[in-house]
């Protein structure tokens, strides 16, 4: 297992949830991160509560933007790993009344988003390093009715890792699939229902418990360090998949 320390870690989406637990982890680990949002606020926030000095940067980047892309990788430099937990809330409507608005900023901002990255990432990511996605348990438990687009859309992340990770070897390419995890995201879709939701999912799984992004971090870590994984997903979703 490679070691983080000294390393350059770039988290896109980490100014709260999963995104934030990994830049706290990776800078346990001895890591500098640099954090990537849309929001400047928000960004701010994460940096005083990371509270690590020198060790985060951050950038306010719009991923559905190239060319904000293509200059947030230009004033980077060169780094070692690459982590995207970015993501909106998913359209949730049934088919027939689904929104195709919605379903193309959704789509611009996971699956297209992650393309962005990853080719702005390239000329600037060192060679052996990494590249981690973010998928979701939707795409092997999708919500009926309104799961199918965000069960498509994440369920391709794990083809796009397969393939990438051939085409830029020896860098890997893998994928984060979350279960349901504490984060600000679940507060914007469901208010104050969260702790309901929460209760009744944790009393199924078979972990006992919603993840924490904490929790969630420890497998993005696992697989920035680990040099013989890649093209590969990654469930750390307590056991939802098996019920």
Do not use: C
Request: glycine content about 12%; aromatic content about 6%.
């Amino acid at each position: 297992m490679a070691s983080l320390k000294g390393q350059k870690i770039v988290v896109v989406g980490g100014s709260s949830g999963i995104g934030l637990g990994v830049a706290a982890a990776a800078l346990a680990h001895g890591a500098d991160v640099v954090i990537v949002g849309r929001s400047l606020e928000k960004l701010r926030a994460a940096e005083r509560a990371l509270d690590s000095g020198h060790r985060v940067k951050i950038l306010a980047v719009d991923i559905t933007k190239e060319p904000e892309v293509a200059r947030a990788f230009d004033e980077i430099g060169a780094f070692d790993h690459l982590v995207s937990t970015a993501g909106t809330p998913p359209p949730g409507d049934p088919i027939e009344r689904i929104d195709i608005d919605v379903v193309r900023r959704f789509f611009d901002s996971k699956l297209i988003g992650a393309v962005t990255l990853a080719k702005h990432a390239v000329p600037t990511l060192r060679k052996g390093g990494s590249m981690t996605f973010t998928s979701g348990i939707n795409k092997d438990r999708p919500p009926v009715p309104g799961g199918a687009v965000v069960a498509a859309i994440a369920g391709s992340f794990g083809y796009f890792a397969h393939a990438l990770a051939l085409e830029l070897a020896p860098t890997r390419v893998n994928v984060v699939s979350p279960g349901w995890v504490d984060t600000p995201m679940w507060d914007e879709m469901v208010g104050a229902a969260k702790s309901g939701y929460f209760a009744e999912m944790a009393a199924r799984l078979p972990a006992g418990r919603i993840a924490t992004p904490a929790d969630v971090a420890a497998a993005y870590v696992y697989l920035m360090e680990s040099e013989l994984t890649t093209g590969e997903t990654m469930h750390i979703d307590g056991g939802h998949r098996l019920i």
